[in-house]
């Protein structure tokens, strides 16, 4: 079958004039395709440029076929309908307006006379059997929003379906259910994606970054394999390329070293006037044919160990990756962190969220909290740090906690990162605050940029920065959902930090692959 979408030669530059893809070449068929890069590096830019949102600023996007989409950001318009949700508000109306007797002749012309019956399917098939087309989108929970925007998008029936980051802010049921209609999905997908569990259910994995695109066959546990081993052989090529160029230059000047010598031990010797001249000429003639043979020599070899060196480097990509350490906090390992006992907690007039709930951390454990959306694993947080009061029970804090919610809450909009980070620690000075930012990758200007400008995984990057790099680590470290709004190099940083960390961690999160990285010690499931 051919390709759904082509794209040939793509280029598109941002509006300041930044080159975001180049010369671009990749086709788009009947297999669900793995979209991943760096934040930044244009992933959303290609669909947004398949969906004809964006022009490129050359090349050329071919399309066969419908195409459906699912986006990152969720959000129904003030009185809209779970229809509109669904995407097919327009469809069911006509439906309706046939139903009631009161359809025209376009109606009944482009009625799509099994549309319901596909619905009600997709909506079984989705967890919302039975959800009324009618009904107020503000009634639905966001789990609930993506759950029957996927719905529409199924029973839509689209030969090619983009997805962008489908699964964050999902509970673990609703990522499983995602990954069940992609798994059943017999038409093409693109997903935009940095859930490693949903990216091991692709067809082949497609990595942008600054060297352009690379196909991977297979899913993401083949893909991080096969791209560890190229990464380490590039690297080792790169390596033997830079010492073959030193050599080269190297032996180069001793040659020349060596000529300078002989040329000066001739002009001695012609001094003296011990040799014919006419020997001395001759002498000196092949001398400068030998020379001469010796620099065209030497400057081969160093283009072709230049040329060898640019294909090494060619293949490297030149980025800082995320790396960093967490500073000791000097959590002792019997030391009583935090304590509930027997808490619960209700909001006024409302059903409790969390009933005779009991448990302890201990020196350094690492607990995580896990269950589905409204089950009280926000307002458990919330009770840990003090920000609310239990209705029923106690909460004992032993330790000083920091808190890093999904939604860098922390940090104020208007305010540059150098201001956020000696706001929320007073006791450094300028300097700190610049090395603390520029170990997250935030060097020089950079840590003058506001808050606002920020994408989602900057912001958790600048969070990360602020609460763990000042003079006083915290002992308890509370993060909710810490991977949501981070790509996969930086996820594996950030994993790598926590695994290295003394101090106790309490995590709330979705991300199974992320709790096993960092080493959880044991998981409090809530039920709601």
């Known amino acids: 079958m051919s390709s759904f979408v082509t794209l040939d030669g793509l280029s598109f530059k941002t509006p300041d004039g930044r080159t975001l893809l180049e010369n671009l070449t990749l086709a788009f068929g009947a297999e669900r395709t793995g979209l991943v890069g760096r934040n930044g590096v244009g992933k959303s830019t290609v669909l947004r440029l398949i969906l004809g949102e964006l022009q490129p600023s050359s090349g050329e996007i071919a399309v066969r076929g419908r195409i459906g989409v699912l986006r990152q950001a969720l ?56 959800l009324d087309p009618a009904r107020p989108a503000a009634t639905l929970s966001g789990g609930q929003v993506t759950r029957a925007a996927l719905a529409g998008l199924i029973a839509s029936t689209p030969d090619l379906i983009l997805l962008d980051e489908p699964t964050n802010n999902l509970d673990a049921a609703a990522k499983a259910l995602v990954a069940e209609v992609l798994a059943d999905w017999r038409g093409g997908a693109i997903v935009v994606s940095h859930d490693r569990g949903l990216l091991r259910e692709m067809d082949r994995i497609v990595e942008l970054s600054a060297l352009g695109a690379k196909v991977y066959g297979g899913g993401y546990d083949l893909y991080a394999a096969r791209k560890a081993q190229e990464e380490a052989a590039a690297s080792r090529d790169l390596d033997a390329a830079e010492r073959a160029a030193a050599r080269v230059e190297r032996e180069a000047q001793l040659a ?9 031990a001739g002009k001695r010797t012609a001094a003296k006037g011990m040799e014919p001249r006419l020997f001395l000429g001759a002498q000196a003639e ?44 000097g959590l002792a390992i019997g030391k009583a962190v935090l304590a509930f006992e027997h808490v ?31 089950s009280g694993k926000s307002t458990l947080i919330r009770l840990a740090m003090g920000e609310l009061a239990p209705t029923g029970g106690v909460v004992r804090r032993g330790a000083e906690a920091a808190l890093l919610d999904q939604k860098t809450a922390m940090l104020r909009q208007d305010e540059t990162l ?68 981070l790509d996969l190099d930086s996820i594996a ?36």
């Open 286 to 329: 092949r001398a400068e044919n030998s020379g001469a043979r010796a620099n065209l020599l030497a400057e081969k070899r160093r283009a072709n160990a230049a040329a060898d060196l640019a294909e090494a480097e060619a293949r490297v990509e030149r980025v800082r990756r995320l790396s960093f350490e967490l500073p000791p906090s």
């Open 418 to 485: 150098a201001e956020a980070f000696r706001r929320l620690n007073p006791e450094a000075n300028d300097n700190a605050a610049y090395a603390a930012l520029a170990r997250f990758q935030f060097r020089n200007v950079a840590a003058q940029k506001k808050v606002a400008e920020l994408s989602g995984g900057e912001r958790l990057r600048a969070a990360l920065a602020c609460v763990l790099m000042g003079a006083r680590p915290p002992q308890l470290l509370v993060l909710d959902e810490p991977s949501n709004h």
């Open 344 to 374: 619960g907690f209700a909001y006024p007039d409302q059903a409790p969220l969390l009933r005779d709930l009991s448990l302890r951390l201990t020196g350094p454990e690492r607990v995580a909290v896990t269950g589905p959306n409204g």
């Open 256 to 264: 020349r070293e060596r000529k300078a010598r002989r040329d000066a």
């Open 75 to 130: 959000a129904p318009p003030p009185k809209a309908s779970v229809a509109d949700v669904l995407g097919l508000a327009e469809p069911l109306a006509r439906l309706a307006r046939i139903e009631a007797g009161e359809g025209e002749e376009a109606d009944f012309a482009d009625a799509d006379w099994t549309l319901e019956a596909r619905l009600a399917e997709a909506l079984a098939q989705v967890g919302l059997d039975g």
């Open 493 to 528: 940083a950030v994993e790598a930090a926590l695994a290295g960390y003394d101090g106790a961690l309490l995590i709330v999160s979705h991300d199974r692959d992320f709790l096993a990285a960092v080493g959880i010690d044991r998981e409090i499931e809530l039920r709601g």
